[in-house]
T-cell receptor
Framework: AQSVAQPEDQVNVAEGNPLTVKCTYS??????LFWYVQYPNRGLQFLLK??????LVKGSYGFEAEFNKSQTSFHLKKPSALVSDSALYFC?????????????FGKGTKLSVIP | SQTIHQWPATLVQPVGSPLSLECTVE??????LYWYRQAAGRGLQLLFY??????ISSEVPQNLSASRPQDRQFILSSKKLLLSDSGFYLC???????????FGPGTRLTVT
């Protein structure tokens, strides 16, 4: 079975400072990893994914994430936080291979960027 | 470009009443379709997914059912709602050649 852990329920960061939202995963084989963002009363928006290749992936709105296979982590980062980045962030994992459709989501991390 | 619609946006229903939530996708064909439920603004629970018309897989046995009568239409139903069915229901689609899922705006269901 696959699983995702987001160890922090909430992360607070000052505007302009770098931010990190943590994610670790467990899956058989090489994982497909994703980050999504959710604003209040909205659906999830796709930010970025890691499928294969370069361990550092870049996504929307200046976000990036680093895949670390030895630590089974996929932390989300941004060099300079904006107040508008305040939202709920979800990490998700999918097992590789055809016929594997299920995304397993973490419980989410609430990011608050303080002006 | 592709667009996903869900309606209604909000719904308040009494216990024991039926439910029908609809999701449609535009701008693509033969997508994989998914229904999720999100409780208390946090984790997502996959309820159903479909890889084609009439093909439904259930992930969690419960009071709900799903149908896919057309290629880009996915319906979530219940014959008798329970209080525990309250939540935020999200539909998502995925193109098999890609890996990520794209979500609709959601339906907030309150069962009273």
């Amino acid at each position: 079975a696959q699983s995702v852990a987001q160890p922090e329920d909430q992360v607070n960061v000052a505007e302009g400072n770098p931010l990190t939202v943590k994610c670790t995963y467990s899956v058989s084989g090489n994982p497909y990893l994703f980050w999504y963002v959710q604003y209040p009363n909205r659906g999830l928006q796709f930010l970025l994914k890691y499928i294969t290749g370069d361990n550092l992936v870049k996504g929307s709105y200046g976000f990036e994430a680093e895949f670390n296979k030895s630590q089974t982590s996929f932390h989300l980062k941004k060099p300079s936080a904006l107040v508008s980045d305040s939202a709920l962030y979800f990490c998700a994992v999918r097992a590789p291979g055809a016929g594997s459709y299920q995304l397993t989501f973490g419980k989410g991390t609430k990011l608050s960027v303080i002006p | 470009s592709q667009t996903i619609h869900q309606w209604p946006a909000t719904l308040v229903q009494p216990v024991g009443s039926p439910l029908s939530l609809e999701c449609t996708v535009e701008g693509t064909s033969n997508p994989n379709l998914y229904w999720y439920r999100q409780a208390a603004g946090r984790g997502l629970q996959l309820l159903f997914y479909s890889v084609g018309i009439g093909q439904i897989s259930s992930e969690v046995p419960q009071n709900l059912s799903a149908s896919r009568p057309q290629d880009r239409q996915f319906i979530l139903s219940s014959k008798k709602l329970l209080l525990s069915d309250s939540g935020f229901y999200l539909c998502a689609w995925q193109r098999e050649s890609r890996y990520e899922q794209y979500f609709g705006p959601g339906t907030r269901l309150t069962v009273t």
